[in-house]
């Protein structure tokens, strides 16, 4: 079922920050948190340090209403220069692929593709980009 959800950002404290959120809202994380370990290495990418395979690249909390917050680590180790408005994503997640390609080349039109759209490691497939009025945009079609 397609849903929309907001994707946060956080130089290296996601799992306190989402520690926080849980408490506040009184609900706990869908499934696992997943760890910078799970994923597999990069081509042209140096190996993860001890001190990031820790880090968290994917978690999820429902907070009201149906509506998900999701978040990542995105730590200057791993390239990331985190800033006040590139640290928050909103993600659509659509019911077919086909709708994902469409969605993703219209709000891409006359903006930036910061990912392309392609079959991930997790099964997915994802993408992202900025709108021609810098907002960010995070795609993801899972066939579950």
């Known amino acids: 079922m397609a849903r929309v959800s907001t994707y946060l950002n956080f130089p290296r404290n996601t799992e306190e920050a989402f520690n926080f959120y849980k408490s506040v809202f009184g609900t706990e994380f869908e499934g696992e948190i997943m760890r910078m370990s799970a994923v597999p290495p990069q081509e042209g990418q140096p190996p993860l340090s001890e001190e990031d395979k820790n880090l968290v690249v994917h978690i999820e909390l429902p907070i009201l209403a149906g509506h998900v917050l999701m978040g990542t680590d ?5 390239d990331f220069k985190l800033k006040q ?3 928050i994503h909103i993600m659509l997640e659509p019911d077919s692929r ?7 080349a219209s709000l891409s039109e006359g903006g930036e593709v910061t990912m392309q759209l392609q079959d991930m490691f997790w099964g997915d497939y994802f993408g992202s980009c900025t709108d021609k009025y810098g907002i960010n945009w995070m795609f993801n079609y899972s066939k579950k």
Not at 74 to 78: K, N, Q
Not at 98 to 104: A, I, R
């Open 74 to 78: 995105a730590p200057e180790s791993m």
């Open 98 to 104: 086909e709708e994902t390609d469409k969605l993703f």
């Open 85 to 87: 408005g590139n640290n």
